[in-house]
C-alpha cells in the first residue's frame, strides 16, 4: 500500500502518541497534529495531506464535523471519523460528509489497517 | 451501527400522540360547543312555546267565560220578554257572582235597545266610555265583536271590549251586551315571564296584527297594525303554533319569537326572546370551555417539552457516561498498545502478558460498544463478532434471534471465556459459536477446525469465570480440532433496570 499522507485532528496525548505509533508501522507519516477544528482547515491547506483522521469531541469551538464540512469546502481529501460518539446522530452526521469513514474508539491496529484497506478501494 | 442506535426508540412519538390528542380535544371541545349550543336554542324555543301556550290559554278562558255569561244574558232577557218571573236585579247579582273570581273581566253589562243600562256585573264595567259606547250600539250581530285596546275612564286601565247585540223572536231587538276584560292583568302577568332586557310578551290581532296589549308597556304602540310579521303570515296560512326567528320593524332587533294563536278568537299570544340573550350564556360557557381546553393544551404541551428535555438531558447525560467510560478504557488500551510497542524479543513473555491484558480489557470496551438501551444487556451477536475481529478469526454464528440480548452479568464473564478461546485458536482459522437457550440454561458450544491449547493459567481464568461467576459447567469435547461446551443458568441474575 502507497504510503500516505496524514492529518490527525484528536485531543488525547496517549491516543496521539499510540495513533503515532500504529500509522508507523503501517507506513504512513504524520505529517500534522492539531487538537482544535479551527486549525485543521489551515492545515490541510498548507500540508494536502492524503487522509484527515478526525476526532468528533475536539478542542475549541469547532467540533469534528463541523471542521470536516469546512475541509470538505476546499478539499475531496479522505476523512476517517474515529470517535467514542458512536450514536445514531453522530453517524448519521457524519454520513451525510462525502469521502468519509467512521470507525468508533478504540482504534487497534486492525481497526485501521482495515480502514485503510477501505479507503484505498474508495479511491 | 451501535446497539444502541438500533434500539432507539421514537423521540417523535410522544409529540405525534400529543397532535391526536390535542386533535380529539378539539374534536371533544366542538361537539361540546355544537350540542350545547343546540341544546340552548331548543330549551330557548320549548320555553317560550310553552310561555306562549300558557298565555293563549288564559285569554282563551277569560273570552270564553265572557262568552258564556253573554249566552246565560241572552236567555234570561229572552226569558223577561216572554213574561218571565226573572228580573233585572236578578240578572245583576246572577252576573256578580258568575263574574267574581274573575279578575281579568272587569265586567259585564246589559243594555236596552235605547242604551239605557239593565244589568251590571259591576259599577266599574269600564265600558261606558265614549269609544265604547259607539261601538256598542252600533253592532247589530250577534256573532262576538272585539274593540281595539282601549282606555278605561274609570280606571285609567287598558281594556279590551267584548260585545254582541241582541235579538227576540221575530228579529226583535232586545239590547247590547258587552264585557270588558283588564287587559293591565295580563300586563302585571307578562311582567311576571323572564324574557331578558330585550325580550317582549304580547296578544295580537290574527287579522291584522294589531298590538292589544304588550310587556314591557309601550303605550305608543299599542294598536299599532303590524300586518305581514312572520307569526301572523303563518296564522294566515293555517299555523297554529310556532317559532319564528326575524328581526323587529320598530326597535331592529333580532329575537326568537313563540307564537300561539288563540282557537276560535281572533288573538293570538306571542312570546319574543332576543337572539343574544338565549345565547350570552351558551356563548360564555363556550368561550370558557376554549379557554380551559386551550390551557389544558398549553400546560400539557409546554409539560411534553420539559419532560422531552429532561429526557434528553438524561439521555445525552448517559451517553456522556457511557462514552467517557468507553474513552478511558480506550486510553488504557492505548498505553498498553504504547507499551507493547516498546519490547523487543528477549521480553517476549512481558510482552505476551501485556497482550493478554490488552485483549481482556478490550473485551471489557466491546461489551460496552455492544451494549443495549437500557444499558443492561449485550447484543450478543455483535459481541461474539466484533470479538473474532479484533482476534482475526472467521467465526460463523448460530444464534437466534439475531438482536438477542444477554445481561451484562452473563455476557462479561461469557464475553471473557470467547475472548480466550479465539485468542488461543489458530489465526484465520473457521470457528463455529453455537448458542440455545434451554429453558432457564444457556448453553454455548464453540468449534474450531484446528487445535486449541490453553495454557494452565488461562484455563484456569475460564473455569473460574464460568464455575464462580456463572455458576455453570465447561467440558472439553475434543481438543483436534477443538471443540468444547460452556452452559450455565439464567436465572443466576436478574435484571436490575426497568424500562
Known sequence: ?123 | MSSYARTRTNRALPFLLFGAWSVFLFLVLGFFIYSTWKATETTANETSANEARILANSLDSALRRIEAIMDWTEVAVRRIESGGSLIDEAITSQLVSLTRNFQEITGITYYSPDGSKRASSSTLACIMNEDSKALVFTNSHTSLEYSATLDCDETGKHILVAHRALYGEGEKPLGYIAGSVDLSFYEALFSRIKVGQNGMVSFRRADTSRLVVRWPIITEQINNLAPGIPPQLAISEGAKEGVIQYRGGTDGIERIFAFQRIEGYPFYALVGREVGDVFDSWLLNSVIAVLVTLLLLFTSGIFLIQLDKNLNLKNRLIHELLHRTNNSLQLVLSLVQLSLFQFESPNQNSKTLLEVFYSRVRTLSLAQKCITRDFSSVIFRDLIVALAQETGQEVRVNLEPPQYSLLLDFAVPLGLVLNELFENSPDKSQVDVEITQITNKLVMGYRVNGLLKLSSDTENLVRTLIAHQLSGNFAILALDPFECTVDFPLDLYSNRIHV
Open chain 1, 1 to 123: 500500500m502507497k504510503s500516505k499522507k496524514v492529518l490527525l485532528v484528536e485531543d488525547e496525548a496517549i491516543t496521539i502518541l499510540f495513533l503515532t505509533k500504529v500509522l508507523e508501522r503501517l507506513g504512513h507519516s504524520i505529517i500534522a497534529v492539531t487538537a482544535r477544528g479551527e486549525e485543521a482547515l489551515d492545515l490541510v491547506k498548507t500540508h494536502e495531506p492524503d487522509l484527515v483522521i478526525m476526532d468528533i469531541g475536539l478542542a475549541g469551538d469547532v467540533d469534528g464535523i463541523e471542521a470536516a464540512h469546512q475541509i470538505r469546502r476546499i478539499s475531496n481529501v479522505h476523512i476517517l471519523f474515529a470517535s467514542g460518539y458512536n450514536n445514531a446522530e453522530t453517524l448519521s452526521l457524519t454520513a451525510k460528509i462525502p469521502f468519509t469513514l467512521f470507525r468508533s474508539k478504540p482504534l487497534g491496529f486492525e481497526n485501521l489497517r482495515d480502514a485503510f484497506d477501505t479507503l484505498s478501494i474508495i479511491e
